[in-house]
């Protein structure tokens, strides 16, 4: 095998349902209190991965979370029986199926040491995130055992908010090469919180190795924040050469632009104007909350949501861009409702490693017939529908935990992590 990118897909967990917990995140808003259909995300989530695997490209996966976190509950003193309703809520989240908020990656070919850098991410702006560091840590660490290899990192303390992969983008001529490491953050968004602390962005390039001369932390817009856009892969995403963002992802996009052209000199940015796709609509639709992607024949595909489909000013801005000669040739709608209802997309669902796949514990790899086998574990054991008012049904938590184990045994790791 060789270096090269693999998407870690978080799959969604038994427990996901619209509680409406992440302030700033409009459609998480928008379907506060709306029945969830966990069984239905899980399976679409399945099946992104599977069409990646069509495209030819690796394909990893990260495992839900243990749901009700107990612990959690136990240092807050209550229980699920007792707890609040939002408390109760926050302990029951899937939000981890969103593996790009997982953490940050350096590859091997951009850090001091020669390894591949992952500092988990603290998530401390949500209460409901905030808990989930530690048994994602665990699966890091399991993943990326080989020391030879890998790097894991404990989170950036508080109160410096670090959101992980989601405010980071990464340029290079190819995957395999030195790149340059983009650390977005943000200062204000008007009536929402800005997630990204710039000195979480900066120990986080400390910590990894990275040289100063191709590291560039770039300030999201406040417009962009207030707009909806509370991580920067909403408005912006980057693959190898290539930077997709809208007109008014960044506070200051010239200096921003010019400063990537002198550290990376055959970059394209590939800008949508905020006279053709209005911040609006580009939130609404997850245009750029997309997985750019280099197939097999060197082109580059934009694997993004149906609804950007249905949103006409952005689908009209797609066609003309794919009938020009610029370097995304091939859009490739999914479909992820049941995610995105709840504010999350294509580009959310997963982390993105540049390694060498044999350096990887391979429980985290799957193909099409292992990927059949975890959706064979879903369609039984996943609920159908979870309502808010749900959650403190015992037999439903009974039926969430049974999933988990069952997940976890079916792929060998039930020694390994522990509820």
């Not at 917990?21 to 969830?36: C, H, I, K, P």
């Not at 963002?245 to 800008?271: G, M, N, S």
């Not at 292992?370 to 996943?382: C, E, G, H, P, T």
């Amino acid at each position: 095998m060789s270096v090269r990118e693999i998407n870690f897909d978080g799959i969604v967990g038994p427990s996901h349902n619209y509680a409406g917990l992440s302030l700033g995140n409009l459609a998480s808003a928008r379907n506060a209190g709306a029945v969830a259909h966990p069984r239905a995300a899980a399976l679409q989530g399945l099946e992104k991965m599977r069409g990646n695997i069509h495209l030819g490209l690796a394909q990893g996966i990260f495992l839900p979370q243990w749901r009700p976190d107990v612990a959690w509950l136990t240092k807050l003193g209550t229980d699920v029986g007792d707890a609040d309703p939002h408390i109760r809520a926050a302990a029951m989240s899937a939000s981890s199926m969103w593996a790009a908020n997982a953490a940050t990656v350096s590859p091997a070919s951009d850090t001091a040491d020669g390894r591949t850098h992952l500092t988990v991410a603290n998530l401390v702006t949500m209460p409901h995130r905030s808990h989930e560091w530690p048994q994602t840590l665990a699966q890091l660490r399991i993943a990326f055992s080989d020391t030879r290899a890998f790097a894991v990192h404990d989170p950036i303390p508080a109160p410096f908010g670090d959101e992980g992969a989601a405010n980071h983008m990464r340029l290079a001529e190819r995957h395999d090469q030195p790149g340059v490491e983009v650390f977005v953050y943000g200062r204000s968004g008007g009536a929402f919180p800005a997630r990204q602390h710039r000195e979480a962005s900066k120990a986080v390039a400390r910590i990894h190795g990275l040289d100063p001369a191709r590291t560039l932390f770039v300030e999201q817009s406040e417009a962009a924040i207030a707009a909806g856009a509370f991580h920067n892969d909403v408005v912006a995403v980057a693959n190898e050469r290539v930077l997709f963002t809208h007109e008014q992802a960044f506070a200051d996009k010239d200096a921003f632009y010019a400063d990537l052209r002198a550290a990376l000199p055959c970059v394209e940015i590939v800008e949508v104007p905020a006279s053709a796709v209005s911040l609006a609509d580009a939130i609404k639709s997850y245009l750029f909350n997309a997985q750019l992607v280099t197939l097999s024949d060197g082109g580059m595909a934009l694997i993004l949501p149906t609804e950007a489909r249905d949103t006409p000013a952005v689908w009209t801005w797609l066609e003309q861009m794919i009938a020009g000669n610029g370097p995304i040739r091939r859009v490739v709608p999914v479909d992820v409702r049941q995610s995105m209802a709840n504010g999350g997309g294509p580009a959310c669902l997963r982390l993105r490693v540049v390694a060498d796949p044999v350096d990887i514990d391979p429980r985290f790899l799957v193909d099409e017939a292992q990927l059949d086998n975890i959706a064979r574990i879903v369609s039984q054991y996943w609920p159908e529908s979870i309502a808010p008012q749900d959650l403190s049904d015992t037999r439903l938590i009974a039926r969430i935990e049974q999933s988990w184990l069952t997940l976890v045994d079916h792929l060998q790791l039930s020694g390994d992590l522990s509820p």
